[in-house]
């Protein structure tokens, strides 16, 4: 809207004051119309600020509420990667469960309970030693299972453990084979939403209210009644509510007296993008119609004598025009406020038409690094790591004319040429143009990459574990077999690490342990492997060998390391040893469970003789036959 200069104002006043001196100078009757118009416009004036300050309001609320959902859906999405993940590792138990979810819901301080179920509805991850408890019954347990694909949004409910009223989302987990396996589900109290309403400026009469799409009111915040927990659950509306939703659901506005405290509002609603819920705002009518009213009474009696009603309606008309102008001003200056209040969200924006920048908030420049400005007019190929992300995202214009909105994650790229992973959903626009809204989610990808690191390695010594070396030890057979190479199989035991236990406690063994797996690291090269299976137990791996006797030597060396006395952190010397069982590719066997098993054997065999010894694995002789085995004695000290 142009902006009017204070001359332009001046000017249009000064013709305003002429046409009411000549106006008074004529009949009565034209004092009584000018002051209907004049109350009419200031009416229709402080209506409409009402409006536009109640819309500015509820958009905001809609856009925090939409945030807060949206990272929580991220985060039970992760949750739901990281469990696939397990269940391809190892059998999930409630002590992994319980601490995969507190990792997740640290992410997210809004959540104040992250639980996974199986498919009839037991949640997995409970409290130790309390109730076992069932969410079958729940409307967003039976949602999710309905539909896996969508994210499940319950109805306000209160807790059976914390009787306080809250919002629950969850999605469906499926099994490799596609079936319900149950969910991962998330709860917000009403306090999170209560505590962003609390901030909106709707003076002292005002409420802002979140209800479900039923129109059940999940929270509510009255400057008049504040902590009030009227009403919550419960879907008592006005008619005239009732009538604007009738006429659209989506958006609207209406004035009302509130069923819950009787107060009269201006009242505005809008459905928070893509989820099953509606923010309401109302200003209290008292707030913005008091002057209103005081200055019809003031008119009334101003026109019981007709030479104060000439000067009274001339002074009322004067401010009415300037009310207006103030008002044309004060919604110039809330959209201002609110483009300012987008640019200071953490969501990314921009709006694209045909692929390149029109219009994005200061959130998407710090995002991606860019200063302001920088991002203005430019393709949006800039923010993508090459050109078969871009095509890929491009193809989704396709969905977004059938489907309206689109979504994934993927990494994309800074002005630094750094990547980052990004929550990206789109929603079609009119005029061939679509919005885009961006969350880095960089943190949670990390801790993804982190568990499965675990998930294969083990926890004191940083070693592959049992599942990682059986996934290598294939992938060296496979190759060996190809190359017609051998490869050497040893099984590893340490002889008096239980004295050290007895003698200096599980911290001092812990040491021995780690000190063996910089011992064992050291002694092969990078092509081998060296993998913990048990207390103190492991296993190398001796890649690229022509034989078995290529590795004597290498094993031998590897017995005169272990005589070398081990320091405990208590300050005494431990002296360990070790016991190795060898099996060889192909001679001994040619899968990876054959060639474990004899070197655990032979291991075992080794030890029978005398420990701190390698033994080669031999197959049993035939009756009246002597059995002979690879034997090499301990080193000397």
Same mark, same amino acid.
């Given at each position: ?228 927990? /009227? &009403? $919550? +659950? %419960?879907?008592?509306?006005?008619? @005239?509510?009732?009538?604007?939703? =009738? ?5 609207? !506005? ?26 309401? /705002? &109302? $200003? +209290? %009518?008292?707030?913005?119609?008091? @002057?209103?009213?005081?200055?019809? =009474? ?5 026109? !019981? ?28 200056? $809330? ?49 993508? $790591? ?252």
């Amino acid at each position: 809207m142009p902006q009017t200069s204070p001359q332009q104002l001046a000017a249009g006043l000064a013709r305003f004051k002429l046409h009411l001196t000549l106006g008074n100078v004529a009949v009565l009757a034209i004092v009584a119309t000018s002051t209907v118009l004049a109350l009419s416009s200031s009416y229709r004036a402080d209506e409409a600020r009402a409006h536009v300050d109640a819309e500015s309001v509820v958009q905001t609320m809609a856009l925090n509420v939409a945030s807060t959902v949206q990272v929580v859906d991220v985060t039970l999405q992760s949750t739901l990667n990281l469990v696939e993940q397990f269940q391809d590792v190892r059998p999930l138990d409630a002590e992994t469960l319980t601490r995969l979810a507190a990792t997740q819901r640290r992410l997210v301080p809004a959540l104040n309970a992250l639980r996974i179920t199986d498919a009839e509805g037991w949640v997995l991850n409970s409290d130790p030693g309390g109730p076992r408890i069932s969410v079958a019954d729940r409307d967003y347990f039976r949602s999710a299972k309905a539909d896996p694909s969508r994210l499940a949004v319950s109805e306000p409910l209160q807790g059976r453990l914390n009787t306080g009223w809250g919002l629950v989302f969850a999605r469906a987990r499926l099994d490799k084979s596609g079936r319900f396996a149950g969910v991962v589900y998330g709860g917000i109290t009403n306090d999170v939403f209560v505590a962003y309403f609390s901030k909106a400026d709707v003076g002292a009469q005002g409420a802002v209210s979140l209800r479900s799409r039923s129109m059940r009111l999940i929270a509510r915040y009255s400057a008049q009644n504040e902590g009030s927990q /009227a &009403g $919550l +659950g %419960t879907a008592s509306v006005s008619k @005239p509510l009732t009538d604007a939703l =009738a006429a659209n659901p989506k958006r609207g !506005a209406f004035v009302a007296r509130t069923a819950l405290d009787g107060v009269e509002r201006v009242s505005a609603y809008i459905e928070v993008p893509t989820y099953p819920l509606v923010v309401l /705002a &109302g $200003l +209290g %009518t008292d707030d913005y119609f008091a @002057p209103w009213r005081r200055q019809a =009474a003031m008119f009334g009696t101003l026109l !019981a004598l007709l030479t104060i009603a000439l000067i009274g309606a001339s002074v009322a008309l004067l401010r009415a025009q300037t009310r207006q102008v103030e008002a044309r001003n004060r919604m110039s200056q $809330l959209a201002a406020e609110r483009g300012a209040m987008l640019d200071s969200e953490l969501v990314g924006m921009v709006k694209l038409r045909e692929r390149h920048e029109v219009w994005h908030n200061a959130a998407l420049a710090r995002l991606f690094g860019y200063a302001p400005g920088e991002l203005s007019g430019q393709p949006a190929r800039l923010l993508y $790591l090459d050109d078969a992300s871009f095509m890929h995202v491009g193809l989704s214009y396709q969905q977004l004319a059938t489907l309206k909105s689109y979504r994934t994650q993927l990494r994309m790229q800074r002005k630094d040429g750094s990547s980052v992973w990004v929550d990206l959903s789109g929603t079609e626009l009119p005029d061939g143009e679509s919005l885009w809204m961006m969350i880095d989610i960089s943190v949670i990808k990390q801790s993804e990459q982190q568990a499965r690191h675990l998930a294969l390695h083990d926890e004191l010594t940083g070693l592959p574990n049992r599942h990682l070396l059986n996934e290598r030890l294939a992938f060296l057979l496979r190759d060996a077999e190809r190359n017609e190479r051998s490869l050497a199989v040893c099984f590893l035991d340490l002889d008096g690490f239980k004295a050290v236990n007895d003698l200096h406690g599980h911290d001092a063994g812990d040491a021995v342990l780690r000190q063996v797996a910089t011992r064992l690291s050291d002694s092969v090269r990078g092509n081998d492997i060296v993998a913990r299976v048990g207390g103190d137990e492991f296993v190398l791996v001796l890649n690229q060998l022509s034989g078995l006797s290529n590795e004597k030597q290498a094993l031998t060396r590897l017995l005169e390391r272990f005589a070398e006395p081990i320091a405990l952190p208590v300050g005494a010397l431990a002296q360990v040893g070790v016991s190795i069982g060898v099996a060889m590719f192909p001679q001994h066997g040619r899968d990876a469970e054959t060639l474990l098993i004899r070197a655990d054997h032979a291991m075992l065999d080794g030890k029978r003789r005398g420990k701190g010894r390698w033994v080669a694995w031999e197959p049993p002789a035939s009756a009246g036959t002597p059995t002979f085995s690879v034997d090499v004695d301990p080193p000397s000290t």
